[in-house]
Nanobody
Framework: VQLQASGGGLVQAGGSLRLSCTAS????????MGWFRQAPGKEREFVAA????????HYADSVKGRFAISRDNAKNTMYLQMNSLRPEDTAVYYC??????????????????WGQGTQVTVSS
């Protein structure tokens, strides 16, 4: 199983980025998917999650209205559109896969598969 996150980079505050997570080695449509992030010196935190069909989404309060999670099961890929970025969004962003009904709870323990992370840096 491999989850490959990409799309990170350096952007100015107020800008946008779109992250992608491409899965291989698993039946993608059978997995709920999520994004987490970890800033230097901080614990990993939940960002957003999407159900297997894409019909249900969940967001951390800190990103509601600015970020949008989606998936394309035909392409085995999940996305995170990030708009109105802030310096506090700076972190390594990780994608993760879950078969747990608690995937939207925000708990990282609900996820069994993790990607390697992509760096997002937002300058002020």
């Amino acid at each position: 199983v491999q989850l490959q996150a990409s799309g990170g980079g350096l952007v100015q505050a107020g800008g946008s980025l779109r992250l992608s997570c491409t899965a291989s080695g698993l039946t993608f449509r059978n997995y709920h998917m999520g994004w987490f992030r970890q800033a230097p010196g901080k614990e990993r935190e939940f960002v957003a999650a999407v159900s297997r069909s894409g019909g249900n989404t969940h967001y951390a309060d800190s990103v509601k209205g600015r970020f949008a999670i989606s998936r394309d099961n035909a392409k085995n890929t999940m996305y995170l559109q990030m708009n109105s970025l802030r310096p506090e969004d700076t972190a390594v962003y990780y994608c993760a896969g879950s078969t747990n009904v608690a995937y939207g709870s925000g708990r990282s323990s609900a996820y069994g598969y993790w990607g390697q992370g992509t760096q997002v840096t937002v300058s002020s």
